[in-house]
């Protein structure tokens, strides 16, 4: 069979990205350019800052990528995009990107949702087994998905407030740590014991989850020390929270692959980079005999090459867009 080249474009956020894959499964050549340290001095991502960065960077990003690869837009045999959710200013930077090169080189346009994007960063690691539930844990979603096949995603649920990346964020600002918090709350965990007591979030019958009672409880947990002026501990406040924190999507996950007698698990979205939850995944995977796939750390948070991934099955099912493609700041997954 004739290989398969899909070029992938990632605007949605803060990272411009563009990668070849091949096959869906081989990473021909990725290219991320973060704005972390541009958005890192104002606390979070700032929309309007983020896009203009998008513009200034789109085309190099691909030519890069391109000359990374040693191909020309001639060998692509489609391109896959973003099209949502995320940040609109910035979807539409790579979706035009995207479109100017399917109208150009005449290849066909495959919208990808940054979710689904993320579920397939699995299929670099090894081939996705069905059925099998994904845990999708980033910085605007928390949520388990089943899917019997490829592209049949089924929400078992997910969470009723703030996403766990979103709550890792806001407890590191609140304890004085640089955007974006999750990375050195996990770090500074690794060097912390769990001594503050913590609510588990939403020990019920659902699916579902819930995080901004936890932040809740980290932030007054926080401010009464001030005021008492006794000193927090960060190393056992991150252990501490992280403990709890991923407990919570340990408990609904297990329940869910007992329920639903699934034997394949996979993680996706930037908080699977945690090594806290890896760890408490993997004693899961031993405690129920689990096939599990976990995206290496470089494809856990925000790049094309899971673009191009998912773009790959996604072409070889014919979800094929036209021109009149355009972004959606938010979308079931699909
Ligand atoms: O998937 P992602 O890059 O962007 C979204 O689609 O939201 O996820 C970003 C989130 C942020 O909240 C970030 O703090 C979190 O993933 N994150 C982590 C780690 N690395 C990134 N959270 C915990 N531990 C990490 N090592
Ligand atoms: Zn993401």
């Not at 066909?108 to 069905?130: D, R």
């Not at 089943?146 to 649920?157: A, C, S, T």
């Amino acid at each position: 069979m004739k290989d398969i080249y899909i070029l992938g474009i990632e605007s949605s956020c803060d990272e411009t990205s563009c990668a070849i894959v091949k096959n869906g499964v081989s990473d021909i050549s990725t290219i991320i350019s973060s704005q972390i340290d541009i958005h890192k001095n104002y606390g979070g991502v700032v929309p309007e800052i983020a896009s203009r960065h998008h513009v200034r960077n789109i085309t190099i990003v691909i030519e890069e990528c391109l000359g990374k690869a040693n191909m020309t837009m001639e060998e692509i045999d489609a391109i896959a995009i973003t099209y949502g959710p995320g940040l609109i200013g910035s979807l539409l930077v790579g979706l035009e990107a995207a479109k100017t090169l399917s109208f150009i080189y005449n290849k066909p346009l495959i919208p990808v949702h940054h979710i689904a994007g993320h579920i397939y960063a699995n299929s670099l690691e090894k081939k996705m087994e069905f059925p099998l539930l994904a845990l999708v844990v980033s910085g605007g979603h928390t949520e388990l998905i089943l899917m019997k096949d490829h592209y049949k995603f089924e929400k078992l649920g997910g969470t009723l407030d703030d996403a766990v990346g979103e709550c890792y964020d806001k407890v590191a600002r609140v304890i004085g740590l640089e955007y974006p918090g999750g990375p050195k709350i996990d770090q500074l965990a690794c060097g912390g014991t769990p001594s503050y007591q913590l609510p588990v979030p939403l020990r019920d019958d659902s699916y579902n989850f819930s995080f901004s009672g936890l932040k809740s409880a980290v932030i007054n947990l926080n401010h009464n020390l001030e005021q008492r002026k006794e000193s927090i501990n960060r190393e056992n406040l991150a252990a501490s929270f992280q403990k709890v924190a991923v407990e919570s999507l340990i408990l609904k996950t297990r329940k869910a692959l007992i329920e639903n007698n699934i034997r394949n698990l996979i993680v996706a979205g930037g908080v699977a980079a945690s090594t806290g939850l890896r760890e408490k995944i993997k004693d899961l995977q031993e405690e129920l005999s689990l096939n599990v796939t976990i995206p290496s750390m470089k494809y856990c948070t925000d790049n094309a090459t899971m673009i191009a991934a998912a773009g790959y099955y996604a072409y070889r099912l014919g979800r094929i867009a036209d021109l009149s493609l355009n972004s959606k700041s938010n979308d079931k997954l699909n």
